[in-house]
């Protein structure tokens, strides 16, 4: 059974930094073939896509935060990590972890990111 699990998140103040980190379990060897990604949602609003990683090295940012975040993988470990720099009020939200590799789609359960003085 795949399993991933997010942590990370918590406060901070605007310009600060945090590293989202996500384990992937049940996916074994496979895990290099799968495109990951970091979601996040606020309240109100829709679970949007803030950065991706394909298989092949190609990554893909949402415009908010080009420059800012930076994504990463270790195909041994099985882990996802957001680095998230220069982080702002607009940034608070859950954050999730996707994997996917064609009909498969795996979801983790999110970790909160609050940015407030």
């Known amino acids: 059974q795949v399993q991933l699990v997010e942590s990370g998140g918590g406060l901070v103040q605007p310009g600060g930094s945090l590293r989202l980190s996500c384990v992937a379990s049940g996916i074994g060897l496979n895990f290099r073939r799968y495109t990951v990604a970091w979601y996040r949602q606020s309240p109100g609003d829709q679970r949007e896509s803030v950065a991706e990683?394909?298989?092949?090295?190609?990554?893909i940012y949402a415009d908010a935060v080009k420059g800012r975040f930076a994504i990463s993988r270790d195909n041994v470990k099985g882990t996802v990590d957001l680095q998230m720099n220069s982080l702002q009020p607009e940034d608070t939200g859950m954050y999730y972890c996707?994997?996917?590799?064609?009909?498969?789609?795996?979801w983790g359960q999110g970790t909160q990111v609050t940015v407030s003085s």
């Open positions: 990683l394909m298989y092949g090295g190609m990554s």
């Open positions: 996707k994997v996917n590799l064609q009909s498969w789609e795996y």
